[in-house]
């Protein structure tokens, strides 16, 4: 497993923009690799994920708004994160999975970074 610090989290309006970094202290380039994140009350979603291979996927609440990208050389993963809404407000959480990252087995997860979208 690889450790996994988040970064770039705080308060932002409605409407801007946040870039939230994940380092990893091992090699990720082997990994596929995702951003969840969780609001109060609610269950941890799967918000974007980037396979080994570069391939991207997100939920359809962020489509459009937010990007996933990985710099394997430096083991970091970024979520770009545009237009947001007081809907966006959750812990953020890195992953990362040698397996499929919607599947939970095999994960390694960060302690999150929050993100805050007030109105």
């Known amino acids: 497993q690889v450790q996994l610090v988040e970064s770039g989290g705080g308060l932002v309006q409605a409407g801007g923009s946040l870039r939230l970094s994940c380092a990893a202290s091992?090699?990720?380039?082997?990994?596929?690799m995702g951003w969840f994140r969780q609001a109060p009350g609610k269950q941890r979603e799967l918000v974007a994920e980037?396979?080994?291979?570069?391939?991207?996927n997100y939920a359809d609440s962020v489509k459009g708004r937010f990007a996933v990208s990985r710099d394997n050389a430096n083991n970091t993963l970024y979520l770009q994160m545009n237009g947001l809404t007081p809907e966006d407000t959750a812990v953020y959480y890195c992953?990362?999975?040698?397996?499929?990252?919607?599947?939970?087995?095999?994960?390694?997860w960060g302690q999150g970074t929050q993100v805050i979208v007030s109105s």
């Open positions: 980037i396979n080994s291979g570069g391939s991207t």
């Open positions: 091992g090699n990720i380039r082997i990994r596929n």
């Open positions: 992953a990362a999975s040698p397996f499929p990252i919607a599947h939970p087995v095999g994960r390694s």
